[in-house]
């Protein structure tokens, strides 16, 4: 493995590895600050639950993208690497 391959397979990892905490962070209280202000301090668990659902979903087609990328990355090195 090329060290090209190996730092993009090292970033898709702490950039999957980020994207999983920002996902967990968005249960937290920031985001029940937020949700306050735009339905008031009565906020509703169902609006929370959206929210959440949200951007787990962003992460996710990030985390996939970056997964494709790194993939592609390595079909490109091990091709460069049988026409050695």
Do not use: C, H, P
Not at 2 to 25: C, H, N, P
Not at 43 to 66: D, F, P
Request: avoid cysteine; hydrophobic fraction near 65%.
């Amino acid at each position: 493995m090329s060290f090209k391959t190996e730092v993009i397979d090292k970033i898709a990892a702490l950039v999957t590895a980020a994207f999983g905490l920002v996902a967990a962070l968005a249960w937290n209280g920031a985001i029940q600050e937020l949700f306050a202000l735009i339905f008031g301090e009565q906020s509703t668990l169902v609006a929370m639950l959206v929210y959440a659902v949200v951007v787990t979903i962003i992460a996710v087609i990030v985390v996939i993208l970056i997964g494709r990328a790194a993939a592609k990355a390595k079909r490109e090195d091990e091709v460069a690497a049988a026409s050695r």
